[in-house]
């Protein structure tokens, strides 16, 4: 009887884990729009169809069951290609596609970077829509998580980095 528990409860498990939450991704003009009437901060990836570690980080880090539940309760999640064509309204300014040999660079991407490109480049944005902070480069869901907890508690808002990293717990 207890062996037919056990299994059951394997079992239970397993298809839980098979229904497995998505992350909610929407486009940066959806995001600002939600964030408006529910304000939350946004996450952008920035990513380019080319970039093997932005596919790497899809993977591994915007895959993982805790990452995914964070993101969807703190922030509203865009997923953003640094090459995308269409033209953006933000701030009363569009920002468009700049063709540049074979290839080119969206104006957002620019700006949300600092003009600092890099994929893939997760940027942090505040509920009035300001840049916190862009975080270049691969991470994994145990390099990401502290980053979204300092950003998405507002810890940053009265505590360096150093001093957070300090008494950070990981969930992994």
């Known amino acids: 009887m207890k062996k037919g528990f056990a299994i059951l409860v394997v079992l239970l498990s397993l298809s839980y884990l098979t229904e497995a939450q998505e992350l909610k991704w929407y486009t940066f003009e959806e995001a600002v729009a939600l964030s408006k009437k529910k304000p939350k901060k946004l996450l952008i990836d920035l ?3 080319w970039c093997g570690w932005c596919k790497k980080m899809d993977a591994e880090a915007y ?3 805790y ?5 969807n309760k703190n922030f509203y999640a865009v997923k953003f290609n640094a090459e995308q064509k269409e033209d953006v309204q933000f701030n009363d300014h569009t920002f468009k596609y700049v063709a540049s ?6 104006e957002l991407a620019v700006a949300l970077t600092n003009n600092k490109l890099s994929y893939p480049t997760t ?9 916190i902070q862009p975080v270049a480069g691969y991470m994994k869901a145990k390099d ?3 980053i979204l907890e300092y950003f998405g508690e507002n810890v940053y808002t009265d505590t360096s980095w150093e001093e957070f990293q300090k008494d950070y717990k990981t969930p992994f």
Not at 67 to 71: R, V
């Open 67 to 71: 990452l995914i539940e964070y993101i």
């Open 101 to 106: 040999g074979r290839r080119g660079v969206h």
């Open 63 to 65: 895959s993982n069951p």
């Open 123 to 131: 940027v942090f944005m505040d509920e009035e829509f300001r840049i």
């Open 144 to 146: 990401l998580h502290p």
């Open 47 to 49: 990513y380019t169809d």
